[in-house]
């Protein structure tokens, strides 16, 4: 096995290396200066010179030449050492200026390119020259005294929004600190640097309950240290304002660089290093697909199955040889295998030209940083297993097969996740661009696609989604009531303020028959208003690029298509039908009549915040109007309720949608041969209604308590006769 991996990292870097030369630059006048990308002081571009220059580092120690490789291991150290030297030339500490005419160096940000690539110092150090040893000295110190100072303040908040949510970080400060004082112990600032190293540690990866915690780090209890909780008591985390998976990988990715640094000292990392990095991992391990792809329920700002996903490797690591889960390992070789089949697609060794054309002619500043990453990571996986003694052996767990139901909840996000080894189910209110639900094959990660999902996109300048949610769970269930409104952040009105535009009703349950879920969703017009663009209620987003093979087979009532991803132009199919499953793995219904449309973009339509584009994705709806009416106050965009399913096609049984009073009520078939009800009330007044052959999926009482319940939904299923009230 770890043959294999070896050998997979080694031919991946060795493609890379086609690609690094295109993107390579030498400073005039100095030949023994050059840089990788666009060679500014920004922190992106020093991160990616330096990400490629410790992965050389890490190749050119190869222990033979390498077969195929269009440079020699002379060569490629050669150019590693020409981007460290050019590193250490711009640093403040440094002889010369950046490509942009400025330095780097003394920030937040400044040193997580230097711990990314930490693992490959020792393969550089036997060539370097004394005074560029000194020089990476002066700049180490510089660096740890700037974080050290009372001017670098520790910051810890549950909030994303409130600029003081810092937990990767705080890591990866907390890393370069220690490091510099093991490294040198003989320094006057070593003690200040390793005692700021705690405080920042040990407000990475914290909770509330750490406030209260007498357990003594430095010899002083945790609750002394303790700044503020970065993560929710569920071990959520709110980076970037949304429940975000991928910098929980982040987090936990410095720490398995700072475990290693101990690990090859023959060391073991001071207890504040890991603190509830293990408790972290048990919950990360349930948002990854079974190939190694990250299940990001809450979405995701940047590029998809990009950096946070490139992260994942030394996690993986970390989890099969430190925390001894059994399920890394095959975590791990399904990544690999994604990360190399990717490449192999692209004709200049890059590991996204092909699906991220767009974006390397738009920005190659973002691109060049993209692709440093993986080479990094690979090379973190590659100096891994080439050190090791031994080839590590691991059982299979049921985790690998996804056997074991695992159910989730989190309430500061309102986020809700069933997964099983069929499905995987979840709400979340507070993700990336607003609400978004999955119902998604567990086994197939070509359909994820998180912005939105099926909650419906309106065309507002700015739009920002203001919910609030009740979420209930229950065994093998959740039900979800959201109500609340969306701001047009950006009026058309010179210096006008943010102004409510649309109001929004939304009702969800995921049925305990480890298939499906119904949606309900009502959005109505707060203003006079005009959407350009119009609207899209359902917006269930397939992706349709590589990662499927550019191809879904759709097909309903009288209707079958396949589709080709990334089409030459737009367009909208009506498919005249009520029902629609894809590729026989994602079952469709309307509820409440509408037929499905299929909107096709000509252009990659997964956006990146800053407009760039990532992925391709077809996007079933129920309305999407070609000529947008004015809006009155009060007028209904679209009220709409449709069943999803893990299926190839429909439960046995019919499908309804009435109003009794001012209760709505669905009743559906689930897949488990019995019948539910989702009762909703979207009003504020109570209602009374007798079902007298429905029951709570929880429990009676909870029934009594919560079916007429204002502004509430509730579930039941046929089974033990409830007594008429």
């Not at 093991?182 to 003690?191: G, I």
């Not at 080709?564 to 590729?583: F, K, M, Q, Y």
């Not at 391709?616 to 309720?641: K, Q, S």
């Not at 509730?714 to 007594?723: D, F, I, K, N, P």
Request: charged letters at 25%; hydrophobic letters at 40%.
């Amino acid at each position: 096995m770890d043959f294999d991996i070896i050998q997979n990292c080694r031919i991946s870097m060795m493609r890379f290396l086609n690609f690094f030369r295109q993107n390579l630059r030498s400073v005039a006048g100095e030949p023994g200066l050059a840089w990788y990308g666009t060679g500014e002081a920004d922190h992106w571009a020093v991160q990616s010179n330096l990400n490629v220059a410790g992965a050389l580092a890490v190749l050119a120690a190869e222990p033979e030449e390498l077969s195929g490789s269009p440079l020699s291991r002379d060569e490629i150290r050669e150019y590693a050492l020409k981007l460290f030297r050019y590193a250490l030339a711009t640093h403040c500490t440094g002889t010369r200026k950046a490509a942009n005419g400025q330095n780097w160096g003394r920030q937040w940000i400044s040193v997580l390119g230097l711990e990314r690539s930490a693992h490959a110092f020792d393969h550089l150090f036997p060539y370097m020259t004394r005074e560029e040893k000194e020089a990476f000295a002066l700049l180490r110190c510089a660096e740890a005294d700037f974080l050290a100072s009372d001017a670098y303040e520790v910051l810890a908040d549950v909030d994303g929004f409130s600029g003081k949510n810092k937990p990767e970080s705080n890591i990866w400060n907390g890393s370069f600190l220690l490091r510099a004082a093991s490294d040198m112990p003989e320094h006057p600032h070593a003690d200040a640097w390793r005692e700021k190293s705690s405080k920042l540690l040990l407000n990475g990866i914290s909770v509330g309950a750490d406030a209260l915690s007498p357990v003594l780090y430095g010899g002083k209890p945790l609750s002394l240290w303790h700044v503020g909780a970065n993560f929710t008591d569920a071990f959520s985390l709110d980076h970037h304002g949304y429940m975000n998976v991928g910098y929980s990988v982040i987090c936990l990715s410095n720490i398995a660089y700072m475990c290693r640094y101990f690990e090859l000292r023959g060391q073991t990392p001071p207890s504040e290093v890991t603190l509830h990095a293990e408790e972290l991992w048990k919950l990360v391990r349930n948002f990854i697909f079974p190939d190694g792809r990250l299940l990001r329920i809450g979405g995701d700002t940047r590029a998809r199955y990009t950096y946070c996903q490139c992260y994942l490797l030394p996690v993986l690591l970390m989890a099969r040889d430190r925390f001894h889960d059994p399920s890394a390992s095959k975590l791990l070789q399904g990544y690999l295998t994604l990360l190399d089949e990717e490449q192999k697609l692209g004709a200049d060794g890059g590991f996204y030209s092909r699906r991220l054309a767009a974006m390397k002619r738009r920005s190659r500043f973002y691109y060049c940083r993209l692709e440093s990453d993986p080479f990094a990571a690979l090379s973190f996986v590659l100096d891994f297993h080439r050190r090791q003694a031994s080839e590590m052996k691991h059982a299979p767990s049921p985790h690998d097969g996804g056997e074991k139901q695992f159910q989730w909840q989190d309430d500061y996000h309102n986020a809700l996740l069933i997964r099983n080894k069929e499905s995987c189910r979840s709400f979340v209110r507070a993700a990336c661009g607003g609400m978004s639900t999955l119902c998604l094959p567990a086994d197939k990660s070509s359909f994820a696609e998180w912005h939105r999902n099926m909650a419906g996109w309106f065309d507002l300048c700015a739009p920002v989604e203001r919910m609030q949610a009740d979420c209930r769970s229950f065994s093998g269930g959740f039900t979800v009531f959201a109500s609340g409104r969306i701001w047009d952040e950006k009026p058309w009105g010179e210096g006008q303020s943010p102004v409510p535009a649309l109001d929004e009703l939304y009702a969800a349950a995921a049925l305990p028959d480890g298939k499906s879920m119904i949606c309900y969703h009502k959005v109505s017009a707060l203003r006079e208003i005009t959407l350009p663009h119009g609207w899209k209620s359902l917006y269930l987003r397939i992706p349709n690029d590589i990662f499927n093979g550019e191809k879904r087979l759709y097909a309903g009532e009288d209707f079958q298509r396949e589709l080709a991803g990334n089409p030459p132009r737009s367009e909208v199919i009506e498919t005249g039908s009520r029902t629609l499953t894809c590729d026989g793995s994602l079952f469709l219904r309307s509820v409440s009549g509408e037929s499905f449309k299929i909107c096709r973009s000509s252009r990659q339509n997964v956006l990146l915040s800053c407009g760039l584009s990532s992925l391709y994705a077809d996007e079933i709806v129920m309305d999407c109007p070609a000529a947008p009416p004015m809006l009155a106050p009060g007028d209904v965009l679209f009220e709409r309720a449709w069943l999803i399913a893990v299926s190839g096609k429909p439960a046995a049984g019919d499908v309804s949608m009435r109003k009794e009073g001012r209760l709505l009520v669905f009743t559906l078939p689930g897949y488990d041969g019995k019948k539910y009800r989702m009762v909703l009330n979207p009003t504020q007044n109570g209602e009374m209604a007798d079902f007298d052959d429905f029951i709570d999926c929880s429990s009676l009482e909870s029934c009594r308590r919560r079916l007429f319940a204002p502004r509430s939904v509730t579930l039941l299923h046929a089974g033990m006769q409830e007594r008429k009230r």
